[in-house]
């Protein structure tokens, strides 16, 4: 999603609730908006710290959607919000990458969520990565640490763990190949916050796992 940046708290709020819903329409996902609208108010007050003059001359970073952003724009400036368009954003592109999103989140194979303190989750999948997300997500929100290293570490610390970036890393549908690739995965990022290392490999192996070239692994995704 195109940046936007807001800083104008105290009328912001039915704007916000506006710009979700024209972006939900469009195929954005709930959490992506609400992640970039935090992302814009945080870069705001960053900014524009309470105090600063210039603080309530909010300003919006939008594509020029016709008959969307446009609109938008109007209803922003009755509450003193510059919209400034971005040429960068044509329809189509936006359109692809929301494809491109959606086509991403059908993918199966190993996957790697972050975390906001740098460290990572790996993990498998065969069905697809939205549904194993959603899954995480509710041992989030039900803070499962009993059975989930991911709900656990978030309810220990309050990290805020990236399920709206997570990635699968490296397509595969056959279910040995998945897990020796997990594993291969988890040894290679020592930062993780997984509770075993998957699929036994022989510690032997270690030094050829650490030298393949990532590129490489990437490679074999393609075909
Ligand atoms: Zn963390």
């Given at each position: 999603m195109r940046a936007f940046r807001i800083?104008?708290?105290?009328?912001i709020k039915d704007e916000i609730d506006h710009l979700t819903s024209v972006f939900k329409n469009i195929g954005y996902k709930e959490w992506s908006i609400t992640k970039a609208i935090r992302r814009a108010q945080d870069r705001a007050l960053s900014e524009h710290p309470p105090g600063d003059k210039k603080e309530n001359q909010g300003r919006v970073y939008l594509p020029f959607i016709q008959g969307v952003t446009d609109k938008i724009a109007k209803i922003l400036r009755k509450k003193n919000i510059h919209t400034q368009f971005t040429t960068c954003g044509t329809v189509r592109q936006m359109m692809r990458s929301v494809k491109d999103h959606i086509d991403r989140q059908q993918l199966k194979g190993v996957y790697k969520i972050d975390c906001s303190c740098g460290k990572s989750y790996i993990g498998e999948t065969g069905r697809s990565l939205k549904i194993r997300i959603k899954e995480h997500a509710a041992d989030i929100k039900n803070e499962r640490s009993r059975t989930s290293a991911l709900a656990e570490h978030s309810s220990k610390t309050n990290h805020h763990v990236c399920l709206e970036d997570a990635k699968v890393i490296a397509r595969e549908d056959n279910y040995q190949k998945r897990k020796i690739r997990e594993a291969i995965e988890i040894i290679k990022c020592p930062q993780n916050l997984n509770r075993d290392n998957g699929s036994e490999i022989s510690g032997n192996w270690l030094p050829m796992i650490n030298q393949i070239n990532p590129r490489t692994l990437e490679a074999q995704d393609q075909k």
């Open positions: 800083s104008d708290p105290d009328h």
